[in-house]
Each structure stands twice: as C-alpha cells, then as structure tokens.
C-alpha cells in the first residue's frame, strides 16, 4: 500500500498533479484561490496532501481578483486555479488586470485531455492563444513530466524585471500520468528577482541634471513600492530637496504626510501638483508609465522641463513621453545609483511657491469648507481616515469613489491601496 507520508517524501512516482502543489510549496506559497471543475479535478483530488491553504471562491473571476489583491496587498506571486473552457475564460479580466497594473499572478488551468486538443470536446478553449496578449508568457502542458519545469519557470517570469501574470494549462492526462522527475529534490531557496543592473552613463546624466535642475520634481509610480524601493526615493528627495508626487497605484509608496510629498498628479489630482509638472524643469520620473490619466494631451505636458525615467521595461522609456535620459534598471538600484552621484541641494524659491499654491488649493477645498446642510463624500472619506488614523487596507472599485478615497485617505505606508488602474477594472 502506498502510504500518504511515502508520497510526500517523493518515494513513489507522483502524478503530474501532486507536482503541482510540491512546487507551489517550493516556491513559498502559502495561500492560494480557486474553484474545482471537471478538467481540474486531479489537482484538487492531490490538494489534501498538500500545506497550502486554499480559498474556495464562488466564480473563477473572484478567484483571478482576490490572488491579484493578496499580490498587490503582501507582494508575493498571487496564485489562481480553475478548470478548463468557461472555467479558464473567466479568469481574463483579473488577468488583464494584473497585466496592465504589474502585478505577479500565476493562474493554473485545467485543460482537455491531450488527445482531444483541437476537436471542439466538452469545455476546450485555447486559453493560452485567449490570454497570449494579456501575460507575460503562458505555457500548455501535455506531459507530467513538463509541470514542474513550467510551474518553476512560471512563477520566475511573474517575478522578474517589470512583475505581471503568467498562465499554465495542464491537460488532464498530464495531471493523472506519473513520473519520478525531481521528485527527491529538496525544497530550493527562493531566488531573488532578476532585475537588469542600471547603467552607469545614464546613472551619470541623470545625476548631472538633478544638480543643475531649479524646479525639480519626482513622479513615483508604482514600481517604487514594486521595488520596495521607499527608502531610497526619500534619501534622495531629502538630500537634493526634490517634490514629490504619487500616481494613483503610488500611493502610500511615499508618506503622505511627508513635507515633501505634493499629492496625486493627473485629471483627479491636485492643482498645486499639476502646476508643478507644468513649471518644472526637470521631472524624475521614478517606476510610472506617463499613462495618459497622467499627462492629458502628451504635446503640452511638462513643457519646461528635461525628463529622466527610470523604469525596469525598456518597452515604457519613451513610449508615451519623450525622455531625455532613460535609466533601465530595477527602481531601487537605479536610487541607490543616484544616491552616490546626487549632492545636496536646496530649491527654497521653488518650494515657497508650491507652499503658496497649496495654501490656495487648500482654501478652495471641500474640506475647510464644513456644510451643515449637506453630506459630502469627501468629509466621509476623510472622516474614515480620522477615525483608523490610516491603519486601514482600502479596496476601492472604480469610479469617483476611487478619486475620491485617493484624494482625501492620505496613504502613509506602501500596499495599503488595492484599487484597479490601467483596465479600470470595476
């Protein structure tokens, strides 16, 4: 008789479904989210052997969501698993939003058997040609044999360079078939993400226009909290006195309540920030992509000033705005870059007028303008923030509430947003 404990110590072939979870578990997951079904059915029949805690969703699009929200919310890989056909299809709009907003996902789906690929059977859908615009890469395993290599491959792409999701299809004869490949190897230690080292002659041009700049101003994104990268950005502004301002998935990626950190640029942020970006003459633009929310029309944007962007794709320097010196490399690494190539500075004129259109800003704003006779939005918002003194995660759908919570819950630590930006997702 084969016994359970025999099983897991790898001493017996296992199935290509019992590779499943011993590689999630190699890759440190703890939790991940799903819903069973036909073509899936052998990963869940090996799932009590297993550690992992699993989270039975009510419909598959919850189950891309919530692993999207535990990625965005711990900054691990996400982990989403559902059947094949309307199954698979039903995880494409939280694909695509972890796609458009970076976020590490790996969704497993269950397949047909191999044989019956390509003959229209019960519940077969192409998810790997569906999703192929929407992930970083996907993969259709046949063999058992393969699973391991691809879930350890999968989970590698989630992570490295610019983060996003990543899909396995496992038909279901690769999930019942057996082998042995691996099976004694140990448990390996996570590996680090694989990030391109930022080049040294850009590094030096950056550095050369912060020291000459007289209005900076530093646009941080959501590659800054990616990256973990908060306490660079702050050495930096701290030392060369540079303004801050967050996107909407930068938020909390800076302290708002740091006297450098502005607001949220763009159509819902802050005048004062947007006059900023218009007056400045040298933006540094820190893991953001110019998303068009941001800029408006691309042709008046930051007239004045010379652009630096430092950015892990190489696909987003210059894509939306022209950049003038374009860093490749992780956001943390580019920071600490400039960290030794940046001397102290002060920008007491700039910052006294910013100080001064804020006050203006701050006079006009609902919030020091009390009505007993109504019942604003923005006081309810801010009230909330009052009441957890910020010790909150906010999910927000998407809309005016969205600006709304973004404008009046000040953020004052990294991942305490989960809010869709890039697909809008509602």
Known sequence: ??????????????????????????????????????????????????????????????AAHMADGYARATGRVGVALATSGPGATNLVTGIATAMLDSVPLVCITGQVPSHLLGTDAFQETDITGITMPITKHNYRVTRPEDVAPAIRDAFRVARSGRPGPVLIDITKDAQIGTCDI????????????????????????????????????????????????????LALAERADLPITTTLLGLGGVPASHPLHLGMPGMHG???????????????????????????????????????????DPAEIGKNVSTDVGVLGDARASLRGLLKRVGPASHAAWRSQLAAWQADDNARDLLQRPDPEAFHAAHVMHDLWRYTQGDALIVSDVGQHQMWEAQYHPHEAPRTLLTSGGLGTM
């Not at 997951?29 to 699993?54: K, T």
């Not at 900023?276 to 998303?291: E, K, P, T």
Request: proline letters at 8%; a negative charge.
């Open 1 to 62: 008789m084969v016994l359970e404990k025999d099983l897991k110590r790898g001493a017996f072939p296992l199935t290509g479904a019992q590779h499943v979870w011993r590689c999630l578990e190699q890759e440190g997951v703890e939790v991940c989210f799903g819903y069973p079904g036909g073509a899936i059915m052998p990963v869940y029949d090996a799932l009590p052997e297993s550690s992992i805690h699993h989270v039975l969703c009510r419909h598959e699009q919850g």
């Open 182 to 233: 691996e099976a004694e190897a140990p448990a390996r230690p996570l590996e680090p993400p694989d990030h391109p080292e930022p080049p040294g002659a850009a590094l030096d041009a950056a550095a050369e226009l912060i020291n000459s700049a007289v209005r900076p101003l530093i646009l941080a994104g959501h590659g800054v909290i990616q990256a973990e990268a908060t306490g660079e950005l």
């Open 270 to 312: 802050a005048a004062t920030v947007n006059r900023a970006i218009q007056a400045a003459d040298v933006l540094i633009a820190v893991g953001m992509r110019f998303d068009d929310r941001v800029t408006g029309n691309v042709s008046r944007f930051a007239p004045q000033a010379r652009i630096i962007h430092l950015e892990i």
